[in-house]
T-cell receptor
């Protein structure tokens, strides 16, 4: 059974810092990996989708990498802003179509 | 529609009451998923539809949970005889193909008192 782990569980940084969120998964036979953002009391907003054949994806200040063989992905946020404060969730899609999620990293960016 | 729409946004139910949660996916999205998210946790898979066919219901926690999508568009998740442990956010997601990723709705927060 696929298991997804996200480290750290919570992170607090001053505004302007670059930061890295980590995601690991136990079964490397994935179809794709998706990073989401969740604001308190809200649904999930898709940030980046990486197909299993890709190594990274970029959108603005966000860059996500994928190392399928080692079962790892990282989400890099450049020049963090208070508006980036949210919970970041990593999810993988494998042989089953549904997503398996990690528990998330709660990010706080201090002004 | 432009996004995945879920209703109601909030539901308070007395223990033992039946509830029905609605999901209206993006038009043309063949696949529809239901997830349950407990406080402080990531979403957990409940069930999956492709068009009107329920292809996987392995995540439904008990036979009190029932989902349908009779015409291959709108889906309803029904919970019978609600219990306190059913309190959670219920999220719906849809996709046109798996390669395009998944779009989530805002969820329904269910509180059983």
């Amino acid at each position: 059974k696929q298991e997804v782990t996200q480290i750290p569980a919570a992170l607090s940084v001053p505004e302007g810092e670059n930061l890295v969120l980590n995601c690991s998964f136990t079964d490397s036979a994935i179809y794709n990996l998706q990073w989401f953002r969740q604001d308190p009391g809200k649904g999930l907003t898709s940030l980046l989708l990486i197909q299993s054949s890709q190594r990274e994806q970029t959108s603005g200040r966000l860059n996500a990498s994928l190392d399928k063989s080692s079962g790892r992905s990282t989400l890099y946020i450049a020049a963090s802003q208070p508006g980036d404060s949210a919970t970041y969730l990593c999810a993988v899609s494998g042989s089953a179509r549904q997503l398996t999620f990690g528990s998330g990293t709660q990010l706080t960016v201090l002004p | 529609g432009a996004g995945v729409s879920q209703s109601p946004r909030y539901k308070v139910a007395k223990r033992g009451q039946d509830v029905a949660l609605r999901c209206d996916p993006i038009s043309g999205h063949v696949s529809l998923f239901w997830y349950q998210q407990a406080l402080g946790q990531g979403p957990e898979f409940l069930t999956y539809f492709q068009n009107e066919a329920q292809l996987d219901k392995s995540g439904l926690p008990s036979d009190r949970f029932f989902a349908e999508r009779p015409e291959g568009s709108v889906s309803t998740l029904k919970i019978q005889r609600t219990q306190q442990e059913d309190s959670a956010v219920y999220l719906c997601a849809s996709s046109v193909t798996r390669g395009n990723g998944y779009t989530f709705g805002s969820g329904t927060r269910l509180t059983v008192v």
